[in-house]
């Protein structure tokens, strides 16, 4: 199996390569074979960190490693929930995007040597978009001839067949971006000229991660037979993740923000970001989780954010996935879970009061007296 289909199990080319194998897919699940596990830790991941990615790579080969996705799709059916697939999606984008940027962001050199070899015009073409995109032709003076600034920061250097700014045709451009994502992304606030947008890199690689998104959609969720023997065959794992479902928390089931209040882990976290220091992936996503599971709206997020290291258009496009369209999201890890990341350590022996950050809060709540709401204190009704 070719390494770069099990990066990328989306591609046409890899769903041909599975679909062309002399592999059942029932006699695997039957088998129980490494892809069976794979996929049910895809979904496992996905619903817990929003990542797809393996915590023990090695331990799987690109076969089974392709293999998992189809897996982990009839897995996320059988689970009969609509936020799951809409968040299994979600983490299977976030994973490939991540993926693309890694991919495409390697030196020329290393590339030659390095078994997955991916240029984004091959991903442009995989969504139909070679003919939608287009290179910003850079102007003598260095800017761009749309009349925004040059390429700045460490991709400057890229070469010319790695530009920093795109225009891309309004049609796709609407399609696969959201005006919620910020007033930045809204048309009238974009350049537009000849039916197409002008969009920088970054722009452009969240516009793919939507695109991924969409084409893992497609299909999903399965129908299964009564009788389908693969859906009994799967019970077990199921079983696990609607046990990971039913742990879910509603938005909105807090009527305070207290931050005096918060686990110590998430304090840490805040604390961290007030000194500028930049937060990992799963601290950011663990911090997000639990101040959307208090019911802070997006906005109120990124008030509370605002003297922080995290930017205001993450935090709405981190809390985009966190919710569903109910309203409701999956709660930030549990203690255990955290402290695997190196992000709780049972300060205060606080593992004695709750094992997850919700719990802790909701405790602390309890036997707190005359809590003042942040969102009713003068400095924060100055700051919003």
């Keep these: 199996m070719d390494s770069l289909y099990a990066r990328y199990p989306f591609f046409?080319?890899?769903?041909?390569?599975?679909?062309?194998?002399?592999?059942?897919?029932?006699?695997?699940?039957?088998?129980?074979?490494?892809?069976?596990?794979?996929?049910?830790?895809?979904v496992e991941r996905a619903l817990r960190s929003g990542t797809t990615a393996s915590e023990t790579p090695d331990a799987y080969d690109a076969k089974a490693e392709l293999l998992s996705y189809p897996i982990a799709r009839i897995l996320v059916s059988l689970l009969e929930s609509n936020a799951a697939v809409e968040k299994y999606a979600s983490a299977e984008a976030a994973t490939a995007?991540?993926?693309?940027?890694?991919?495409?962001?390697?030196?020329?050199?290393?590339?030659?040597t390095d078994e997955v070899s991916l240029e984004l015009s091959d991903v442009l073409r995989e969504f139909d978009l070679d003919d939608a995109v287009r290179p910003a032709v850079p102007a003598a003076g260095?800017?761009?001839?749309?009349?925004?600034?040059?390429?700045?920061?460490?991709?400057?250097?890229?070469s010319a067949r790695d530009p920093e700014w795109f225009r891309i045709d309004v049609a796709p451009y609407l399609r696969l971006s959201d005006p919620d994502w910020g007033d930045r992304w809204r048309l009238v606030n974009r350049e537009l000229r000849d039916g197409a947008v002008r969009i920088d890199r970054a722009d452009l690689e969240r516009?793919?991660?939507?695109?991924?998104?969409?084409r893992v959609?497609?299909?999903?969720?399965?129908?299964?037979?009564?009788?389908?023997?693969?859906?009994?065959?799967l019970e077990a794992h199921v079983a696990d993740l609607r046990r990971l479902l039913d742990e879910r928390a509603t938005v909105g089931g807090f009527d305070v923000v207290v931050p005096e209040l918060f686990p110590p882990c998430m304090r840490n976290l805040i604390d961290k970001a007030e000194r500028e220091a930049a937060l990992s992936p799963p601290e950011s996503l663990a911090l997000m989780a639990f101040l959307t599971a208090i019911g802070m709206s997006p906005d109120e997020i990124v008030a509370f954010c605002a003297d922080t290291s995290l930017d205001?258009?993450?935090?709405?496009?981190?809390?985009?996935?966190?919710?569903?369209?109910?309203?409701?999201?999956?709660?930030?890890?549990?203690c255990e879970t955290l402290s695997a990341y190196g992000i709780c350590h049972n300060e205060d022996d606080h593992w004695q009061v709750a094992g997850?950050?919700?719990?802790?809060y909701e405790a602390r709540l309890a036997d707190a007296e005359d809590v003042?709401?942040?969102?009713?204190?003068?400095?924060?009704?100055?700051?919003?």
């Excluded at 995007?97 to 030659?112: F, V």
């Excluded at 969720?221 to 859906?231: K, L, S, T, V």
Aim: hydrophobic letters at 35%; charged letters at 35%.
């Design 12 to 42: 046409e080319a890899a769903r041909e390569a599975v679909a062309g194998a002399d592999v059942s897919l029932p006699a695997l699940v039957a088998a129980d074979a490494p892809a069976v596990e794979r996929g049910r830790e895809r």
């Design 312 to 334: 205001a258009e993450g935090i709405r496009y981190q809390t985009e996935y966190l919710r569903d369209e109910a309203g409701a999201q999956y709660p930030p890890p549990t």
């Design 356 to 360: 997850d950050p919700l719990a802790y």
């Design 372 to 384: 003042v709401d942040w969102r009713d204190r003068n400095d924060v009704a100055e700051a919003t």
């Design 97 to 112: 995007a991540d993926r693309i940027r890694a991919d495409l962001d390697r030196e020329d050199t290393l590339r030659s």
């Design 217 to 233: 959609l497609e299909g999903l969720p399965f129908e299964f037979a009564a009788d389908d023997g693969i859906g009994s065959d």
């Design 142 to 158: 260095g800017g761009s001839r749309d009349g925004g600034p040059g390429p700045a920061g460490p991709r400057a250097s890229r």
């Design 207 to 214: 516009c793919l991660e939507r695109a991924v998104r969409s």
